[in-house]
């Protein structure tokens, strides 16, 4: 039987058991998927034992993903990042790997279709571990432009300076007037989470044609992306990243690359409307 699971300190929150075993059970894989709460200092013993106890890798969230990268062989996109959220055995050696970007672009895409990215302009709000993520994507992407704001002006600053010239940090207070420029919106700060406060902005100069993606998955439709839906622009919700960014662990653990199908989505979907 292959094993992975998903390491973190709290972990009671995490819904990627959900999402794995419903693919090994799909794929008629024998195998199991657990959650594991570790506490930071017992991080680099748990990883050393992680193929000794039976496990083919595991996933990583808070607080572990930087450290996790620092104990683990990384590959280039995590290297860029310096954080992992995904870890994998070959070998006998530990590797690690990021799928939080690749999540983003494949939910992105199938929920608007027709975005075009290429030679784009894009707003990210935020400048944390998910905006890194998602800023190297969309640069992968060929994304011309993006302008990144944040409420601490001196992380946008890092961030930027961290990836070059395509990104340009933007003050807070700016915002509202970069918005003509955009073909993405794209919020990856907390503000709009369920026990959060609001995200405040006004989307009166966003193009129609712009997408409007918000990574927060509780609640499913964030204050952002309903105001994005009243004035027509297409939008992504977090429920789409959180599927797509499990799907390449999946195929390093278990060897099957799974599908984000309806009934997956309809499954967590009903999973997170209860909490």
Known sequence: MIRACVIGWPISHSRSPLIHNYWLKQYAIAGAYEKKAVEPEQLENFLKNLEPHGYAGCN?????KEAAFKLAKPDEIARKLGAANTLYIRDGILHAT?????GFIA????DVPTIQLAAKSALVLGAGGAARAIIQ???QEGVERIELANRTPERAADLAR?????????????IDDAMREQALL???TSLGMKGQPPLIVE????PLTAAVADIVYVPLVTPLLQAAVQRGNPVSGGLGML??????????????RPHVTPELRALVKADVEKS
């Open 60 to 64: 990583v969230t808070i607080p572990h």
């Open 98 to 102: 990021s799928t939080d970007g690749e």
């Open 107 to 110: 939910s992105l895409k199938a």
């Open 137 to 139: 994507a969309l640069l």
């Open 162 to 174: 961290h990836f070059g010239s395509r990104v340009k940090p933007l003050a807070w207070q700016n």
């Open 186 to 188: 794209v919020n990856t």
């Open 203 to 206: 989307l009166r100069k966003l």
């Open 243 to 256: 599927l797509h960014q499990a799907v390449r662990g999946f195929e390093l653990w278990f060897g099957t």
